[in-house]
């Protein structure tokens, strides 16, 4: 039968208009994050999901507890799903970050392996803690469909572990807000949706 996982990006927050890095900082989702976490949810109300787990942060758990009411389940806590750690750029957006930090942005956004946000986590430091936790999830649910809510970075970076894309290339990967991902865990993982928006 094979292990069948939802991986979905937390709704909109309430700046989701601007591009900003807001890491662990905990901010809400907006009115229309959650319009579309319930369009997601009913979307999803027929996909049989017998566990959903999040990150610890209000965004993306407020959007498992919206997904995890149709199927009656609670969702479960795990913190190696929250996002990225910026450091110093928490809470700034892109244009802030090239003005102040112009060398450093540059040198991550060209390669985010080699390089991480001034006083953030490392994309390899993310990507151990993402992965770890994502193998753990995948060994308590075998041959089950489960949903996995987490953020952007996060996610990206487990698209990339499954497709064997080195990290380098994550920004390559768009994650809209809200969007889903499937993932069919074979004897290798087989992507049959990515970044859908219900």
């Known amino acids: 039968m094979g292990t069948k996982i939802y991986l979905i990006r937390h709704g909109e927050i309430g700046d989701g208009e601007e591009r900003r890095y807001n890491g662990h900082r905990d901010v809400p989702l907006s009115d229309r994050g959650i319009d579309q976490v319930m369009r997601l949810s009913r979307f999803l109300r027929n996909a049989g999901l017998q566990a959903v787990y999040t990150s610890d942060l ?47 942005f540059g040198a991550w956004a060209a390669n985010p392996v080699m390089f991480s946000p001034v006083g953030g986590e490392s994309t390899q430091g993310v990507r151990n803690r993402a992965i770890t936790t994502f193998e753990k999830i995948i060994g308590r649910h075998q041959d089950e469909n489960i949903a996995i809510v987490s953020h952007g970075g996060v996610i ?16 390559r990967l768009e994650q809209n807000f809200a969007a889903l991902n499937i993932i069919e865990m074979w004897d290798y993982p087989v992507i049959t949706l990515m970044n859908y928006i219900a």
Request: negative net charge.
């Open 156 to 171: 990206r970076i487990i698209l990339c572990e499954l497709l064997g894309i080195p990290l380098e290339n994550l920004f």
């Open 58 to 104: 209000g965004r993306a758990l407020k959007s498992a507890e919206i997904i995890a009411r149709v199927h009656g389940v609670q969702p479960v806590v795990e913190k190696g799903l929250k996002e990225y750690c910026f450091g110093e750029w928490e809470g700034m957006t892109f244009s802030e970050i090239e003005k102040k930090y112009p060398d450093a």
